[in-house]
């Protein structure tokens, strides 16, 4: 893996990153698109040097890595890998989603935690950086089967959470039912009915209202302040997502609710495209509740087109927003070319990391706004934020009061990032803005508390 070259003073911090997570591209990924803004604030700064910031501050507190066995229902045993990275807990507990899916090793995972710790900061919450998951599918497996396998991973997990030392959350793979087995084995373990302890919880044992939208919705928010910081609001615009699963369904219904036109969506087995703006309750009905294939959506919908196999970024389809929701890496360069070409003046990330590099350039170069996931994906932390608070004061607040608070939250996150693009002197500059507003909050913090 080769990267573009760094600014003087973060150079050295980055050589010591690399030949200390060799071979770990994600990682290195997240760390190099974080320090590539950075230049400006050790310039500024010199002393950050000498505290070694930048080499603490990619040195994860804490990595786990465990054995989960588990029983599937003919009886035979299988073994997962799980994983915890408590990557900084300077703000606040450790917090993070646990992802289940094939994909997800240790190298994945660090890069995530790494992300969160900036996206947390940028929320303005007490709230430290982590992430967790397996390489468990829940694809196709039974509810007893998830099961077990959320029991077994638990045992091991419990002994390294609590309401004020690391609490996770869902992610891909982890939904509402799995965190359901997650926290039934966690209440089982300890004796402790300790609600805090997780977030994205069902209303019935201590999750918040507006959890389950939040990370679309906030996406929503984020990108309509930025829509309108160029003066073309997202009202009457038209929109491509990728993926169809939380963020995504919610950022499609909020983008709806904003006047806006969402014409295509995906999932791993193929791209859908409804020219006439896809029906949200079709898909609830489809992927939420049922979790079938997308394909299925043309049953009610015939005038859609189901493209087997394609990412919807091949399809060519004319647009003014996209919002990758789906995984990382999901669009290179050529994706982004053809977005360009598209028409498209707004890319907002709804997933970690869905744009490389290469592509974060070919947007930036294309004069189009680019709103990075740590920021635009942001509200459904700072709603586990605000969930963490309802338990802690063992109360429930109305629906609308959560979503009132989101799109505060998202508003003071749009506006930390534009503020600090401004001092910068390139007002749209999203990611160096999200990237040093983050930075700056960590930092600050890990100095006042000594060398720890
Ligand atoms: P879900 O599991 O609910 O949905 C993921 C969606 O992406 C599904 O449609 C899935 O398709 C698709 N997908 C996953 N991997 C691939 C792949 N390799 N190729 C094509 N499609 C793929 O996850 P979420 O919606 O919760 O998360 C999506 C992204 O948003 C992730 O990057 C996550 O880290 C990020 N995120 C999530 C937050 C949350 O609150 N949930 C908060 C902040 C960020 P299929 O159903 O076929 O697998």
């Not at 390489?135 to 196709?140: A, E, H, N, R, S």
């Not at 793979?173 to 997780?198: K, W």
């Not at 999750?207 to 939208?213: F, L, N, Q, V």
Request: glycine share 10%; with cysteine.
């Amino acid at each position: 893996m080769s990267y573009a070259p760094l600014p003087d003073p973060v150079r050295p911090a980055f050589e010591v990153a690399v030949a200390r997570n060799r071979g770990d591209d994600a990682f290195l990924q997240a760390v190099h698109e974080v320090f590539a803004s950075l230049g400006p604030v050790l310039d500024a700064e010199p002393e950050l040097r000498e505290l070694a910031l930048l080499e603490r501050i990619v040195e994860p507190e804490r990595q786990l890595v465990f054995r989960v066995p588990w029983v599937d229902d003919r009886g035979r045993v299988h073994v997962q890998r799980g994983f915890r990275v408590e990557f900084n807990g300077a703000l606040g507990p450790y917090k993070g989603g646990l992802r289940f899916h094939p994909s997800v090793d240790l190298d994945v995972v660090k890069a995530l935690a790494f992300e969160q710790t900036f996206k947390n900061a940028l929320t303005g919450l007490a709230l430290g950086g982590a992430k967790g998951g397996s390489d468990f599918d829940p694809k196709g497996r039974s509810d007893a089967e998830v099961m077990r396998f959320c029991q077994s991973f638990m045992t091991e997990l419990h002994r390294h959470l609590g309401e004020h030392t690391d609490v996770p959350a869902g992610d891909i793979g982890v939904g509402q039912r799995e965190l359901g087995y997650l926290f039934g084995q966690y209440r089982r373990l300890t004796n402790r009915f300790e609600a805090g302890v997780l977030t994205g919880k069902g209303l019935g044992w201590g999750g918040s209202p507006a959890r389950k939208e939040a990370t679309g919705y906030g996406l929503a928010y984020f990108a309509d302040h930025v829509a309108h910081a160029r003066g073309a609001p997202l009202e009457g615009a038209t929109c491509v997502m990728s993926g169809s699963g939380n963020v995504a369904l919610y950022a499609i219904a909020k983008l709806q609710q904003l006047g806006a036109r969402v014409i295509a969506c995906s999932d791993s087995s193929g791209a859908l495209h409804d020219p006439e703006g896809l029906d949200l309750d079709v898909l609830l009905e489809l992927k939420e509740r049922r979790r079938e294939r997308l394909g299925a959506y043309v049953v009610a919908r015939p005038d859609a087109r189901f493209h087997e196999g394609a990412s919807v970024w091949a399809l060519d389809l004319a647009c003014d927003a996209a919002f990758p929701c789906a995984t990382q890496n999901d669009v290179d360069a050529a994706a982004a070319h053809r977005l360009v070409a598209a028409g498209a003046t707004l890319v907002a990330e709804g997933a970690n990391m869905p744009c490389t590099p290469e592509a974060i350039a070919v947007l930036r170069e294309a004069n189009v706004a680019f709103a990075p996931g740590k920021a635009a994906n942001a509200g459904g932390v700072a709603v586990s934020g605000l969930e963490m608070r309802q338990n802690a004061q063992r109360e429930t607040w109305p629906f609308d009061r959560v979503d009132q608070r989101l799109q505060e939250l998202m508003h003071g996150v749009f506006d930390r990032c534009r503020t600090t693009a401004e001092e910068l002197g390139r007002p749209e500059d999203y990611l160096d803005g999200a990237n040093v507003a983050g930075f700056r909050r960590v930092a600050e913090t890990m100095h006042e508390l000594g060398v720890v």
